[in-house]
């Protein structure tokens, strides 16, 4: 019994405490004062411009590398040996400069040799024309038979034939005299001595003694190799109209190294080859840039870039105010109520920093350049108008 009275003490002082604390909070709490609506949301401020309208053409890049537009291989054409190297290695040289000489002694000695044999078939030769003059004078006389008239007359033509091959090889002979004194046949820069004062060199046209080389720089060469879907292309803009073929024209070209920034050489595309190549899938076009300061040399990488398109009117954009929408590419407008739209378009390549867009956007648009983060669709933002062209440089971005 008295258990059960303590059981029923404990469960009236819990639900008197209880009570307490409700009542006390319940007197704390302020009065409501109506429903509560949403918070005010403020009016983000943006950015925007319209885009830029302008006659564009698309231009396709390649990469290739420099060459000479001429590369002599300095060898030596008689054989002896090497006297005086007159050539400053790694220095421009005009054509016609002395760069190497060979020992000419034996050679001038062959010179004098051959001359001594001209002057004996020269002598020889005057005396069988004496003699056959005479003989035509004897044989009018009957002093001498026809037969000896025609050999005095076949000999003096025999010495004339001798004169005129000793003369052969007293050209000969100066020519290789000539030769021991080698000089550039182009000009150009050139390369280091392969062979120093003192050597033997050994001439002809088979294994000859490499001396040096010259490579022309103004104007250079770039080289590249253009796909066989870009090489279509292009012919099938030529049937059209839309742009010149390189096959019959020059066609306009720029050019940067590795270390450039934008286009600063200015060029065109002087030949392209007369076949595909078949393992490679593409044709081989050359370009010419004028290289008038020498600091371009053969062999450095280059990235050229030529018309792939005809002019046409377009829009240019900022690059940063392009979105990426699982592949797709898309740009906030405003309507006439300064709303937000979303406007999927086409993108084109970057030009002057600027992207080119080919689809969805007009010129009178206003394009949101800047605050895009708080941009939502169909919300309502505060415009400022801004300058389309004063784009800050931004990443490039791929269409």
């Not at 796909?227 to 720029?254: C, N, Q, T, V």
């Not at 046409?312 to 690059?319: A, K, P, T, V």
Request: charged share 25%; net charge neutral.
């Amino acid at each position: 019994m008295s258990s059960s009275r303590a059981s029923s003490r404990l469960f009236w002082r819990s639900f008197a405490a209880g009570l307490f604390i409700t009542v006390s909070l319940s007197a704390c709490k302020p009065a409501a004062k109506g429903p509560a609506g949403p918070p005010q949301a403020t009016i983000p401020d943006v950015t925007v411009a319209k885009p830029i309208a302008r006659r564009l053409t698309d231009w396709d890049e390649f990469t290739g590398r420099l060459t000479s537009r001429e590369k002599v291989e300095v060898r030596a054409r008689v054989s002896g040996y090497l006297t005086v190297v007159s050539l400053k290695e790694g220095t421009e040289v005009k054509a016609g400069d002395l760069l190497f000489t060979i020992d000419p002694r034996p050679y001038e000695a062959i010179v004098q040799r051959a001359e001594a044999v001209l002057a004996q078939a020269k002598t020889n030769a005057e005396l069988a024309n004496i003699e056959a003059k005479n003989a035509t004078t004897l044989r009018q006389g009957q002093v001498i038979s026809t037969e000896e008239s025609e050999r005095r007359l076949k000999s003096a033509a025999g010495e004339q034939a001798a004169v005129r091959a000793a003369e052969a090889m007293v050209s000969s002979a100066k020519l290789d005299l000539e030769f021991t004194q080698i000089r550039a046949p182009i000009s150009g820069r050139i390369s280091d001595a392969r062979v120093t004062e003192g050597n033997l060199v050994t001439g002809g046209t088979k294994d000859a003694t490499l001396l040096t080389t010259i490579v022309a720089l103004d104007p250079i060469y770039c080289d590249i190799e253009v796909d066989e879907r870009s090489a279509l292309k292009y012919r099938e803009m030529h049937k059209s109209g839309e742009r010149e073929s390189a096959l019959f024209g020059l066609i306009p070209a720029e050019m940067a190294l590795v270390n450039q920034v934008g286009w600063p050489h200015q060029g065109q595309i002087d030949f392209v080859d007369n076949q595909i190549n078949p393992a490679t899938g593409t044709i081989r076009a050359r370009a010419v840039f004028p290289n008038k300061d020498r600091l371009m040399s053969p062999g450095f990488f280059a990235k050229v870039r030529i018309p792939g398109s005809g002019e046409y009117d377009g829009l240019l954009i900022r690059d940063a105010a392009v979105g990426d929408d699982q592949g797709s590419s898309y740009v906030w407008v405003l309507d006439a109520e300064d709303k937000a739209v979303y406007r999927p378009i086409t993108l084109g390549p970057l030009l002057d920093g600027l992207r080119v867009v080919r689809g969805g956007l007009k010129a009178d648009d206003r394009v949101i350049i800047l605050g895009l983060m708080s941009v939502r669709n169909g919300n309502k933002v505060k415009p400022a108008l801004a300058d389309m062209s004063l784009a800050a440089p931004t990443k490039d971005k791929q269409p």
